[in-house]
């Protein structure tokens, strides 16, 4: 048997095993049900008039505690729920999208300005320092101003930032270093081999094993670079160890960063930022003495000379992207699995490698082209059977 209900003041409908009447001064004319025969339960259920209760399977209707009640749901209750749901997860999705793009974005015209300064001005130190310096200034700014909220550290924080800061410091040196000597095409190339370095240090220094697909996933990735490196018209041995070197250090960097981070509540943004200021403070001693500052004022003096005066925005430029591209990466982790992480790290080293060969004309041979196609097919596979 169904009942509908329906009373002419608006209240919320009650599902519950007491079905109760908030109405003051109740009349017996107004009852819809008959007087319960259980004198400790003596009240009505409000329906609302909008939306009529459904009751069914009423058994001893005599005595409610053996009543069994089912308010049925509107599907119209259901889909706005459900829309709503939909909603935030669209807007999500939107988001890492625009974190993704951005990302790649940044990350392309990072990798054009540094290789046109690196061309004028073959000092990768200082330029490695400005990168630094440029995203430690930002951020000491945004803190003053309250643009971004500071984080709360301690010393502990920043003594397990120290290893993940040192790492990422000979990580970004030697990179820029291998960028000054060789293509940037051939250096991303070679820095997609960096899943081949996380298994072999994971498995022989800290004693991890993985699924046998994971060492499959090996062959085309380390099969792929060499088959580039072999191939590579302007192939520079200094260029192709500075991005080794770096490929083993971001290893150690993420190692690090996985130990030294667990517990910590630094978000995205911040955690680079503080990454930055401790990177610049340990890079400036090393920058002097390897190069130093009688180098730099004969570089940059000779940079202006040939370039103009708009070599000062190249070098603003590829500093202030440096610094976002990587803050833009963080923050996407936070929003990301590592899994969709590792795929958009691949899909970004295949966006610089093209516009690197598109705008700088670097000549690639087919077989040259087919070996970074392999290598980053490789590490596609290797982000599928990580996970």
């Avoid at 691949?346 to 610089?352: A, Y």
């Avoid at 690197?356 to 290797?382: D, E, H, K, W």
Wanted: charged share 10%; hydrophobic share 50%.
């Amino acid at each position: 048997m169904i009942f509908s209900l329906k009373q002419s003041h608006i209240t919320s409908p009650v599902c519950n095993s007491k079905i109760i009447d908030h109405r003051k001064n109740t009349q017996s004319q107004f009852l819809v049900l008959p007087p319960v025969s259980n004198p400790k339960i003596n009240k009505l259920l409000i329906a609302s008039n909008l939306k009529p209760l459904h009751v069914s399977s009423i058994q001893n209707f005599g005595s409610l505690q053996k009543s069994s009640v089912a308010c049925k749901a509107y599907e119209a209750d259901r889909s706005d729920g459900e829309l709503i749901v939909e909603k935030v997860e669209a807007a999500r999705k939107a988001k890492i999208g625009v974190y993704f793009a951005t990302w790649w974005f940044l990350n392309v015209i990072f990798n054009i300005y540094n290789k046109k300064v690196l061309n004028a001005f073959p000092y990768p130190w200082l330029t490695s320092l400005l990168s630094l310096a440029a995203g430690s200034t930002i951020m000491l700014i945004s803190w003053a101003t309250k643009v971004a909220e500071a984080p709360n550290t301690d010393l502990e924080f920043w003594k397990s930032l120290f290893p993940v800061a040192l790492a990422h410091t000979i990580g970004h040196v030697a990179a820029t270093v291998s960028m000054s000597k060789v293509a940037v095409s051939f250096t991303h190339i070679i820095k997609s081999g960096e899943p081949a370095f996380s298994v072999l240090v994971s498995r022989f220094i800290l004693g991890e094993t993985f699924p046998i697909a994971v060492y499959l996933s090996l062959i085309p990735i380390i099969g792929g670079c060499g088959l580039s490196a072999l191939t590579e018209l302007n192939f520079n041995m200094t260029g192709f160890m500075g991005a080794m070197i770096s490929n083993l250090a971001f290893v150690f960097r993420n190692i690090f960063s996985k130990k030294g981070m667990k517990g910590k509540s630094v978000s995205g943004m911040n955690y680079y930022a503080c990454l930055s200021l401790l990177s610049l403070l340990i890079l400036t001693p090393f920058a002097i003495a390897v190069e130093g500052p009688k180098m730099w004022a004969a570089g940059w003096q000779n940079a202006i000379t040939e370039i103009g005066p708009h070599f000062v925005w190249w070098v603003a430029a590829q500093s202030i992207f440096y610094h976002l591209y990587n803050q833009v990466s963080y923050m996407s982790l936070d929003e990301i699995s590592p899994l969709t992480f590792s795929i958009g790290n691949t899909m970004k080293r295949i966006s610089v490698i093209v516009s690197s060969i598109i705008i700088f004309r670097t000549p690639v041979q087919p077989i040259n082209a087919l070996g970074a196609a392999i290598a980053i097919f490789g590490t596609f596979l290797y982000s599928q059977a990580k996970q």
